[in-house]
C-alpha cells in the first residue's frame, strides 16, 4: 500500500452530493476501505485514497455512479453503496441507474416510502410474477424473495388483479414441536408466520390489514389448510418451501385455480426436513425447470438487502461448504 495518498479527480459538486454518497461520519467510505483494503481521506470534498492506482479509479467509477443515482433523487444507503461495488465487478454499473426506473416502483409503503426492486434478479423476480402463474423465487435470507412475493400480491390486489391473498408455509421448524407450545392452532402457528405479517404491516398497516384478515381478504394459515381446495381469483405464496415434503409440495400446486398466480419461495441451504425425507423444493425445481409457464429465480448474496454484515455472514458459511 503506497504511503503517499493518491488524489481522486473531482468527483462532489455540491456539499449535499458529498453528504449522500460518502454517507453520514464517512459510513458508506468504510464499506470501500473494507472491500478494497485500503484507506480513505475525505478532506473537504477531496477524496484521498491510501494505496494502488488500480484501486483508486476503480473507486473513483463507482463513487459517480452513485453520484448519478443521488443526482436522479436516489438516497443513497450503505446496501446501494455494496450493490455498486458488485456490479462493477460484473461490467455492469452502467445499468445501475434501470433499477430505478418507474416500472419497478411496486407499492408504497404505510409512511409513503416507495418500495421497488433493488437489485437486478429482484427485478427479473417482479417482471417474472407479472407475466407468469406460478413462480419460484430461491436463495439466501435476506435477499427479498418472501417481502417482495407479498407486497407485489398487495399491488395486484389493489389494482383488482385478483381478489384475495393467501400467504402460507409449512410449519416445521428446528425440531420444534408444536403440541408443546401453549395456545390454540393460531396462536401456535401464528409466530411462524410473522415475516408474512410484518410484509403485510408494512405496505397496509395494522389496522387494514387485521381488517382484510377479518374479512378473508387476507389469509394467512398453515400449509396443512390448502388440502383439497382450489384457489381461484387469487394471489398464493408458499414461504419457506425448503421445508415441504415432495406431497405437500405437489398438494399445494395442484390447488391453482383459474385467474391465480403462486408464488413459491425457499432457501434450499436451509432444510429443516428430518433425513432422509426429501425436500420438496427442491424436488420441484428437478422436475419442472423447463415446463412452459414455470419460472425460477435464483438469488445470490448480492441480492441480500439486509444489514451489509448479513452478507458477509453468508459468503463466510458458503466458503465453509456447510
Known sequence: MSKDPIKIPAVFETIDETISV?????????????????????RGDQLYVFG????????????????????????????????AIKMN????????????????????????????????????????????????????AG??????????????????????IILTRPVVEAGENLGFLPGDLKEKVDPYLRPLYDALYDVLG????????????????????????????????????????????????????FNSKMVVTGDETQIDLPKPVKSGLKHAKEILHGVKGIEFVQFETVDVVRHTLVQKIIESYEKTGE
Do not use: C, W
Open 22 to 42: 460518502v454517507g453520514h461520519h464517512d459510513k458508506h467510505l468504510k464499506i470501500f476501505e473494507d472491500y478494497y483494503h485500503v484507506d480513505i481521506s475525505l
Open 52 to 83: 494502488d492506482e488500480k484501486k483508486a479509479e476503480i473507486i473513483r467509477e463507482v463513487l459517480l455512479a452513485l453520484v448519478d443515482l443521488h443526482r436522479k433523487g436516489k438516497e443513497i444507503t450503505e446496501r446501494d453503496v455494496l450493490y
Open 89 to 140: 465487478e460484473q461490467h455492469r454499473l452502467k445499468e445501475l441507474e434501470s433499477l430505478f426506473d418507474e416500472r419497478y416502483k411496486i407499492i408504497k409503503t404505510v409512511q409513503g416510502k416507495t418500495i421497488y426492486a433493488k437489485t437486478f434478479n429482484q427485478k427479473d423476480y417482479y417482471r417474472k410474477i407479472q407475466d407468469n402463474d406460478l413462480v419460484f423465487g430461491m436463495g439466501p
Open 143 to 164: 435477499t427479498g424473495k418472501t417481502y417482495l412475493a407479498v407486497v407485489i400480491g398487495v399491488a395486484l390486489l389493489k389494482k383488482n388483479i385478483v381478489r384475495k
Open 206 to 257: 395494522l389496522e387494514q390489514t387485521e381488517k382484510m384478515i377479518e374479512r378473508g381478504i387476507i389469509e394467512i394459515a398453515p400449509l396443512a389448510y390448502m388440502r383439497g381446495r382450489t384457489l381461484e381469483d387469487a394471489y398464493i405464496i408458499l414461504d419457506e418451501a425448503q421445508n415441504t415434503t415432495k406431497q405437500q409440495m405437489k398438494m399445494f400446486l395442484t390447488r391453482l385455480g
